[in-house]
């Protein structure tokens, strides 16, 4: 359905503004849901079609989930296995039905790692949106030290390593791809926080209602996980793989079965340069007999038989045999079938013999050995 970043520097409330996303977003589920079952009658086709269609669940993912610690954050050699780790954790929780709200904590402090879970997002093809929020570093640090103070030194960062999170932080933009569309939410000190010339190195008091935090725009969030569609992946990264077993068991059977004739023809004269083995079996029903020439520059051996058939069923074992190379040479040549373990699905022509799956096969990986021998 949706992946949600939520970004922003170190301790700056997006746990908060996380929980208060994922609470939004299961009433309007169940509110939804309680009014279609309530409905009487179902609406027409028409509006079934415009309406989209609602998530099931909502999940949260932060570091906690990935057992990630804050003191991760202090060293890349503990950061990147952490970044990681987290990376495939979202990729896990992705789905059609599922918002996904992306709490990493310091970990979606790069622009890079951002772009990460937007490829991934979009390969699952869900919409992709980013919620920023928005704190000055003086708030952050006073509520990092809150947070040290009422629940120990697990539970924050230390100095040192909040300094370099805030220098590090890219923040969103929305005229990339991977960060928009973005929603800005700040959380700021009030005038009467900061003395004259203090700016934002004022001491935070909330005690004395010193820190004003915007409320999310949670209908504009909610539109733009819900309605519109999502990035699609090119082409190139897309997974094409749709082989059955059956194609593949075929691949695997045909070639083998033509090293076995091979083997036998060739188990008492041995290879001769330039002789025709022929190769006929039940099962290698096609119109033309097959025969395979060896060259006569180069013997072949039947270890290289081997490597070469090995490489021949990887290279077409990828996608389906109604788009694969295999099944398009096979149509070129007048022979249209599924490539698979049943029958042909063209009715045979008078007198022509209709040409079986493995015949098929057999006949381009005969004419591959005799150009790569």
Same mark, same amino acid.
């Given at each position: 359905?949706?992946?949600?970043?939520?970004?922003?520097?170190?301790?700056?409330?997006?746990?908060?503004?996380?929980?208060?996303?994922?609470?939004?977003?299961?009433?309007?589920?169940?509110?939804?849901?309680?009014?279609?079952?309530?409905?009487?009658?179902?609406?027409?086709?028409?509006?079934?079609?415009?309406?989209?269609?609602?998530?099931?669940?909502?999940?949260?993912?932060?570091?906690?989930?990935?057992?990630?610690?804050?003191?991760?954050?202090?060293?890349?050699?503990?950061?990147?296995?952490?970044?990681? $780790?987290? !990376? @495939?954790?979202?990729?896990? /929780?992705? %789905?059609?039905?599922?918002?996904? *709200?992306? +709490?990493?904590? &310091?970990?979606?402090?790069?622009?890079?790692?951002?772009?990460?879970?937007?490829?991934?997002?979009?390969?699952?093809?869900?919409?992709?949106?980013?919620?920023?929020?928005?704190?000055?570093?003086?708030?952050?640090?006073?509520?990092?030290?809150?947070?040290?103070?009422?629940?120990?030194?697990?539970?924050?960062?230390?100095?040192?390593?909040?300094?370099?999170?805030?220098?590090?932080?890219?923040?969103?933009?929305?005229?990339?791809?991977?960060?928009?569309?973005?929603?800005?939410?700040? $959380?700021? !000190? @009030?005038?009467?926080?900061? /003395?004259? %010339?203090?700016?934002?190195?004022? *001491?935070? +008091?909330?005690? &004395?209602?010193?820190?004003?935090?915007?409320?999310?725009?949670?209908?504009?969030?909610?539109?733009?996980?819900?309605?519109?569609?999502?990035?699609?992946?090119?082409?190139?990264?897309?997974?094409?793989?749709?082989?059955?077993?059956?194609?593949?068991?075929?691949?695997?059977?045909?070639?083998?079965?033509?090293?076995?004739?091979?083997?036998?023809?060739?188990?008492?004269?041995?290879?001769?340069?330039?002789?025709?083995?022929?190769?006929?079996?039940?099962?290698?029903?096609?119109?033309?007999?097959?025969?395979?020439?060896?060259?006569?520059?180069?013997?072949?051996?039947?270890?290289?038989?081997?490597?070469?058939?090995?490489?021949?069923?990887?290279?077409?074992?990828?996608?389906?045999?109604?788009?694969?190379?295999?099944?398009?040479?096979?149509?070129?040549?007048?022979?249209?079938?599924?490539?698979?373990?049943?029958?042909?699905?063209?009715?045979?022509?008078?007198?022509?013999?209709?040409?079986?799956?493995?015949?098929?096969?057999?006949?381009?990986?005969?004419?591959?050995?005799?150009?790569?021998?």
């Amino acid at each position: 359905m949706a992946l949600v970043t939520v970004s922003g520097l170190p301790s700056s409330g997006r746990t908060t503004r996380s929980q208060q996303l994922k609470h939004d977003f299961e009433v309007r589920i169940r509110v939804a849901a309680a009014a279609a079952s309530s409905s009487s009658s179902p609406p027409p086709p028409q509006q079934q079609q415009q309406q989209p269609p609602l998530p099931s669940r909502v999940v949260i993912v932060s570091d906690d989930d990935v057992h990630v610690a804050r003191s991760a954050y202090a060293s890349q050699r503990t950061e990147k296995p952490a970044r990681a $780790s987290y !990376l @495939s954790a979202v990729t896990r /929780a992705l %789905g059609k039905d599922t918002i996904v *709200i992306a +709490d990493g904590g &310091a970990g979606l402090n790069i622009k890079g790692f951002r772009y990460q879970l937007w490829c991934a997002a979009r390969e699952v093809g869900v919409k992709c949106l980013t919620v920023h929020v928005h704190a000055p570093p003086a708030l952050c640090t006073h509520w990092n030290a809150k947070r040290r103070a009422q629940h120990g030194d697990a539970a924050s960062y230390d100095d040192e390593t909040l300094d370099s999170l805030f220098m590090r932080y890219e923040e969103p933009n929305p005229m990339t791809r991977w960060d928009s569309p973005l929603f800005l939410v700040s $959380s700021s !000190l @009030s005038v009467a926080a900061a /003395a004259p %010339g203090q700016g934002e190195e004022a *001491i935070v +008091d909330d005690e &004395a209602q010193q820190v004003q935090c915007d409320p999310l725009p949670l209908d504009d969030i909610w539109a733009a996980a819900t309605v519109g569609s999502a990035h699609k992946a090119p082409e190139v990264v897309t997974p094409t793989r749709s082989t059955t077993s059956s194609y593949l068991s075929l691949l695997e059977s045909a070639t083998q079965h033509i090293l076995s004739l091979i083997l036998t023809h060739t188990s008492t004269l041995g290879f001769q340069p330039g002789a025709t083995i022929p190769l006929s079996s039940p099962s290698l029903v096609g119109p033309h007999p097959l025969a395979l020439t060896i060259p006569s520059h180069k013997m072949p051996t039947l270890a290289s038989l081997q490597r070469l058939r090995r490489h021949f069923v990887k290279i077409h074992n990828a996608g389906s045999a109604a788009v694969n190379q295999l099944g398009l040479a096979a149509r070129d040549e007048g022979g249209y079938v599924a490539l698979s373990a049943t029958a042909s699905t063209s009715a045979p022509s008078k007198g022509v013999p209709q040409p079986s799956p493995e015949y098929l096969v057999a006949r381009r990986f005969v004419a591959w050995l005799e150009e790569t021998m």
